[in-house]
Nanobody
C-alpha cells in the first residue's frame, strides 16, 4: 500500500519559515519525480515545486527564490523549505508521487500578516 505522509505545517507570521516533509512508503521512491502542490480555499490546486528522480528542480514563479524542494532517496523523503512566507502562501500543501499519481493527505500552512 502506497502512503505519502506530510508533516511540518503550522501557523506562522509573515516573513517566517517552515519546512514541510513528505515520507513515502510502499513504492519505489527513487524512480519518480515528486511534486509539492497547494490549494487555497476557493482556488484550484496548483503546482508549487517539482523535483525529478535525478534532482532537477522547477518552481512556480510566485515561490521562486523563496522555496526550495529537495529529496533524499535513501530516506524516501521529499522536503519543501519555505522562507519569507507571505499570507498568500496560506493553503493546504500536498505532496505528490508523479509516476503513479499518488497524493498525501495534506498539511495546513497558515501565514498571518
Amino acid at each position: 500500500q502506497v502512503q505519502l505522509v506530510e508533516s511540518g505545517g503550522g501557523l506562522v507570521q509573515a516573513g517566517e519559515s517552515l519546512r514541510l516533509s513528505c515520507a513515502v512508503s510502499g513504492t519505489i521512491f527513487s524512480i519518480s519525480a515528486m511534486g509539492w502542490y497547494r490549494q487555497a480555499p476557493g482556488k484550484q490546486r496548483e503546482l508549487v515545486a517539482m523535483i525529478t528522480s535525478g534532482g532537477s528542480r522547477s518552481y512556480a514563479n510566485n515561490v521562486k527564490g523563496r522555496f526550495t524542494i529537495s529529496r533524499d532517496n535513501s530516506k524516501n523523503t521529499v522536503w519543501l523549505q519555505m522562507n519569507a512566507l507571505m499570507p498568500e502562501d496560506t493553503a493546504v500543501y500536498y505532496c505528490h508521487y508523479e509516476g503513479w499519481n499518488y497524493w498525501g493527505q495534506g498539511t495546513q500552512v497558515t501565514v498571518s500578516s
